[in-house]
């Protein structure tokens, strides 16, 4: 009988405890953890294109069409681009952006210019979703094929795209990468990054007297003529147009980037008296690749028959060139015959 009685008031009291114990764990703050098969290790990923650790690396890429003219400088965001490809559009040489941007996000983008038949399966090719204000006859009919994913502001003037106040147009078209992809969700396009990216090293380049490459100057006319200059202390690239630097007016910094590549191919005028160029930008080509104040010979190939094919870069032995981590600068050198 007493066995019974004291053997109920332990079990009230262990109760008690337990209860207690419990609600001073969960408003204390403290926390535990039972067994290590519970812990969670949070791996982050790293960007298909740059190769550097990001939180949007699942974020599928955005391609943006960006003016070159100087009336359009300094442009919104260039600097802040994992991948920009930059060609000249017509017979005298004035070049046109894209810019594909995936692990940063720019405060605006802009200016947004039209969209280019030779840069499209490049946009196919980083499996980007496509982003232009409106475009030349060529690529509005194949844009219209659903060739890519692609946004146009032309249809989304006011909503998606934006006209800037103090700036003159054509260059006053802006947007921001929060706006095309609430566009793009609407549109039905998967939001999510499926390309499958550039094999990356942060091993440095061994150098040689024949290798070593500090500057790096395209052949565009003025004044869109272009030079990049390595700074060793950084392992960068700075960028400089006209003789000036490239600067970002969302950051206010020069334009940097880990890789520059030259792409060469060919181009010719479509229609005599056109103002539009046709730039090969599928099949295969020479292409000199510069990182860690490296130059590399080698070759560049992407396949015309499939839209989304990667756009390739090898050594002279063959071997898919790995870049080193950061932001990569495709400049296409295509003079006219």
């Excluded at 079990?11 to 008690?16: M, S």
């Excluded at 005298?92 to 802009?110: D, H, L, S, W, Y």
Aim: glycine share 10%; charged share 15%; net charge neutral.
């Amino acid at each position: 009988m007493y066995f019974n009685k004291y053997k109920k008031i332990i079990l009230t009291v262990g109760a008690i405890i337990i209860v207690g114990g419990g609600v001073w764990i969960l408003t204390s703050g403290h926390s535990f953890t039972i067994g290590a098969s519970s812990q969670q290790i949070e791996t982050k990923k790293e960007g298909s294109i740059t190769g550097t650790v990001c939180d949007t690396a699942n974020r599928r890429p955005v391609a943006v069409m960006m003016a070159s003219d100087p009336e359009a400088r300094p442009l919104s965001g260039i600097g802040e681009a994992d991948l920009v490809v930059e060609m000249p559009v017509t017979p005298n040489g004035v070049t046109r952006f894209m810019a594909v941007f995936q692990c940063q996000t720019p405060k605006e983008i802009g200016s947004v210019r039209s969209a280019r038949e030779d840069f499209i399966p490049l946009a196919g090719g980083f499996n980007t979703i496509y982003a232009h204000w409106g475009g030349e006859h060529g690529a509005l009919d194949h844009l219209s094929q659903h060739v890519v994913d692609n946004v146009n502001a032309l249809v989304y003037e006011g909503t998606t795209f934006l006209r800037k106040a103090g700036v003159k147009p054509p260059h006053n078209g802006f947007s921001t990468l929060d706006l095309l992809f609430s566009r793009a969700e609407n549109l039905g396009y998967s939001l999510v990054e499926n390309f499958i990216g550039y094999p990356h090293s942060d091993k440095v380049p061994a150098k040689n007297i024949s290798n070593i490459a500090t500057m790096i100057n395209l052949n565009y006319p003025y004044p869109n003529n272009v030079s990049w200059a390595y700074n060793q202390a950084q392992n960068l690239y700075t960028r400089n147009r006209t003789g000036a630097p490239e600067i970002d007016r969302n950051t206010g910094k020069q334009v940097t980037a880990s890789v520059v590549v030259v792409m060469h191919t060919t181009s010719r005028i479509l229609y005599q008296g056109d103002q539009y160029i046709e730039v090969k930008t599928t099949g295969e080509g020479v292409a000199d690749i510069y990182q860690g104040g490296v130059k590399i010979s080698g070759t560049w190939k992407k396949d015309p028959a499939r839209m989304n094919s990667k756009l390739y870069f090898y050594n002279l032995n063959g071997e898919e060139i790995k870049f080193m981590p950061g932001q990569i600068w495709i400049q296409i050198s295509s003079p006219l015959p």
